[in-house]
């Protein structure tokens, strides 16, 4: 396995000074955030997204995903979403989605994450939801294929997938190949799952690791690992154990005022139990 660092804890800087801190540290990997203020695909000039393969082809940095969850851009960490009541707010998404593929087919990220559905209106049911979620997906689908990228369904604590038995009764429902899981150690944690038992649940479809610390009453808040409750050493042993040798990436966007502090901090915890 091997380490990455998640520009969305740099918020405060550009997307190319993120990227030379995250390497400075002394990671091996990068998230890009395609997202304002770092790689909003339609901000994203080809002559930008070359420059930036050239700077992490000399700093000997890799994509370890493109994190296509947030969409601050038109709305919120959630909105526009998968299933939103709206048409044309859902379409938004869609389009996001297949921008971001491009962007990582260009960048030389096999993958990207998105959010779980989102938030489940009151004027939906479940099932409702579920299938707009679905018919979304199968609209990105032909382009993830096309690039050969990968779209990773993120659950996340009060989104339509939470949990793990979430996730499974979904994804019988898409299309495999190019659709798999973005693995949150914290939110599984946050939600009652046992992160050690979902790896092995989800062993399948894990195809990226984001990875964060949670305090002990469960609250979604990430934190520095380390500094919370998660057994390290029980995922990490369940990662090794399901023959996940991929990209394990921390994710700490609460800490932008300090985010240099805790990419060496957070590094030096995880060190031992990557090797």
Known sequence: MRLAFSTNAFKKVSLEEAIDQIADAGYEGVEIMADVPHA????????RTKALVT?????????????????????????????????KVRAQRVEHTENSLRLAAELGAAAISTEPGGHVSPKLTHGQAMEFFRLGLQMVYPLARQLDVTVLIEPEPELLLESADDFLEFIGTVPH??????FDVGHFFCVGDDPAEAARKLAPWIRHVHIEDIAPNREHKHLVPGRGAIDYAAVFRALRDIGYNGWVTVELYPYESTARQVADEALLFLQSYVR
Request: net charge neutral; hydrophobic share 35%; charged share 15%.
């Open 40 to 47: 909003y695909p339609p901000h994203m000039s080809r002559r």
């Open 55 to 87: 700077q992490m082809r000399d700093l000997r940095l890799e994509v370890s995903n493109v994190n296509a969850f947030t969409f601050f851009a038109l709305g919120d960490t959630w909105n526009p979403s998968w299933i939103d009541p709206s048409p």
């Open 177 to 182: 190949g190019h659709v798999g899981l973005n």
